[in-house]
């Protein structure tokens, strides 16, 4: 039997890359998977169904369980769902924390999953490294988790809600995704793309040079879900699993836009550090939430898998920014 995979917010940045990564690797009409995403507010663009003609779209809202129905109806239960919707800009976090915690906090997934019996469905959920409070370096997935705003309290609040009522998952803490604009590009602004057009204009900007994050390219984190996918239906084992899933380096935006200045051949001189605490952002941020990314390295499930986590981080090449 096809094994079934549903994206939630499929529409979104991580979302469209898995998309694509998945669609990509159907090597034989044997490996072939039933794949369905969801998306929200809008329709998927006519670019984005085109891309992937095999993908079924439905429209849900996390808020409400409102769509849940029709995946039965005509996807029903699937094998992997990988959870990528969320209100994941931290300031509307702060702005609405009651529909941060409605749309972050995945109960109505959770309780869509119960109505199939057991959990047969192995749920992949992306958290955050804002679930740390930032006040050292190299997190550990066993630190205490202790956010500093509405948006780290939201995922905090997911993953117990996932520990206290799903049997079978993982919960990926990411650090910030780069990497290249979606098919159907996403409106949201990128982290390296923005850095590259400022700074391709020739304008003097102010980055951070204290706060401090692991950035890890967006293939790396399809290539982890992947391999977490492929696991489960090979050898139908259960899992409880919580990953940091960051890149091997711990940088500053400083040293994020040196980086990207490099790559691109610009002037170093336009980027001038800046304390974190000379600006206000409407919402409070995390100093310091580098992550220990050993167990994720270690983890004999990824062991033999991912051979290519990045060893540098951050566009080797400008293919990686567009
Ligand atoms: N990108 C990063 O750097 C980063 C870093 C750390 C963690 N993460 C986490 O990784 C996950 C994926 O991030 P991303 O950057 O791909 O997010 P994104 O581009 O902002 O996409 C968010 C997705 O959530 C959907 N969504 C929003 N409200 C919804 C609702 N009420 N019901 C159902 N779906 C809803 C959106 O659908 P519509 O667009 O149709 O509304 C969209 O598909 C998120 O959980 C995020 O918190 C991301």
């Not at 507010?41 to 129905?69: E, M, R, W």
């Not at 029903?76 to 959870?83: R, S």
């Not at 990497?179 to 900007?205: C, H, R, Y």
């Amino acid at each position: 039997m096809k094994k079934k995979v549903l994206i939630i917010g499929g529409n979104g940045y991580l979302g469209q890359h898995l998309l694509q990564s998945l669609s990509e690797s159907q090597k034989s009409v044997e490996d072939e998977l039933l794949i369905s995403f969801t998306y929200h507010s809008v329709p998927p663009p006519q670019l984005l169904l085109q891309s992937f003609p095999k993908a079924i779209p439905f429209q849900v809202d996390l808020q409400t369980g409102q769509g849940f129905d029709s995946i039965s109806h005509t996807f029903g239960q699937p094998d992997v769902v990988v959870n990528c919707a969320a209100l994941s800009v931290p300031r509307a976090c702060e702005a609405e924390p009651t529909v941060a915690m409605s749309i972050n906090v995945p109960s109505s997934l959770i309780k869509w999953l119960s109505s199939f019996g057991e959990s047969n469905t192995l749920l992949i959920h992306l958290s955050t490294d804002q679930v740390y409070e930032g006040t050292k370096s190299f997190y550990k997935e066993d630190d205490k988790t202790h956010p500093v705003n509405v948006y780290g309290n939201s995922k905090v609040a997911a993953e117990e809600y996932i520990f206290a009522n799903w049997s079978n998952f993982a919960i990926l803490r990411s650090s910030i995704i780069f990497g290249p604009q979606t098919i159907s590009p996403v409106s949201k602004s990128l982290p390296i793309q923005w850095m590259d057009s400022v700074l391709a204009n020739g304008q003097e900007t102010t980055f951070f040079h204290d706060e401090f994050r692991c950035p890890i390219f967006v293939k790396d984190v399809v290539n982890i879900i992947q391999v977490l996918a492929d696991r489960w239906f090979s050898d139908g084992e259960k899992i409880q699993l919580v990953l940091n899933v960051g890149g091997p380096d711990r940088l500053s935006r400083v040293q994020m836009a040196e980086v990207v200045a490099r790559v691109r051949g610009y002037n170093t001189s336009l980027i001038k550090p800046v304390s974190a605490s000379s600006i206000d952002r409407g919402v409070k941020s995390p100093a310091d939430i580098s992550m220990d990314i050993t167990k994720l390295v270690n983890n004999t499930l990824f062991l033999l898998e991912i051979k290519d986590l990045r060893t540098n981080v951050i566009p080797r090449s400008r293919d990686e920014i567009h």
